[in-house]
């Protein structure tokens, strides 16, 4: 059965950081990039960032450079997002997924096609 659980969502203040893990089972993790992305209420879901398995090699949407930094351990399949200075606009439900091969980026931006995704985790960043 293929899972992606994402964790570590929570609430924290403006400023503030969290690291969000997404556990990945049932499928060869090395044959895929893992990528997040999030959706606030009302809101398109947009595309955070993604690492390519096989290489290591990551992407991230312009906006999200400089705050957010993706990472993975592959002897655990799984892949980490740790965000700081949070913002207020950074609140959304944060999902993880499997994407195909390698990573979809274009002009500055994470298009995450999400063969497989997670449940996603809360964040919610307050003012």
């Known amino acids: 059965e293929v899972q992606l659980v994402e964790s570590g969502g929570g609430l924290v203040q403006a400023g503030g950081s969290l690291r969000l893990s997404c556990a990945a089972s049932?499928?060869?993790?090395?044959?895929?990039?893992i990528g997040w992305f999030r959706q606030a209420p009302g809101k398109e879901r947009e595309g955070v960032s993604c690492?390519?398995?096989?290489?290591?090699?990551?992407v991230y949407t312009d906006s999200m450079k400089g705050r957010f930094t993706i990472s993975s351990d592959n002897a655990k399949n799984t892949v980490y997002l740790q965000m700081t200075n949070l913002k207020p606009e950074d609140t959304a439900v944060y999902y993880c997924?499997?994407?195909?091969?390698?990573?979809?980026?274009?002009?500055?931006?994470?298009?995450?096609?999400?063969?497989?995704w997670g449940q996603g985790t809360q964040v919610t960043v307050s003012s």
């Open positions: 997924a499997a994407d195909p091969d390698e990573c979809t980026y274009y002009n500055g931006t994470y298009f995450p096609l999400g063969v497989y």
């Open positions: 049932g499928f060869t993790f090395d044959d895929y990039a």
């Open positions: 690492i390519t398995i096989s290489d290591g090699s990551t």
